[in-house]
């Protein structure tokens, strides 16, 4: 039992210095672009734009996407991703679907009515 708890407490005190670089911005200098790009892609890994297929590479704390979409939101939800895991700047190729830009302005026009709820 003892030789388990020092085995886990051997694996836990570098994981733990690990989390604490990690919540340091990038900004002080404390980021690589090795632990930005990891971050970013655990992110997309646990999120619903992670089925798009992005791609993420960051070099100088500039993280650049690339890839396609046919959700708009799914563009802006991957800048707002990278910021998040801190990148400096990111750079957003993603290109959306002719359908979802049809579809977004479509949703702008018309005449918009706010529903109010009667007792």
Partial sequence: MKRAF???SLLLVPLASFADKLTRSHSEGKFSD???EATIKAKLSKSK???DGFQVHVK???ATWTGSTSIMQHKGAATRMAKT????QVV???KVSDQAKANAAGNLTGVRRAQVKSD
């Avoid at 895991?85 to 400096?88: N, P, R, V, W």
């Fill in 34 to 36: 090795a632990e930005i």
């Fill in 92 to 94: 957003n190729n993603i």
């Fill in 85 to 88: 895991a801190g990148a400096l």
């Fill in 6 to 8: 020092a085995i886990i």
């Fill in 60 to 62: 100088n704390g500039i």
């Fill in 49 to 51: 734009i992670g089925k």
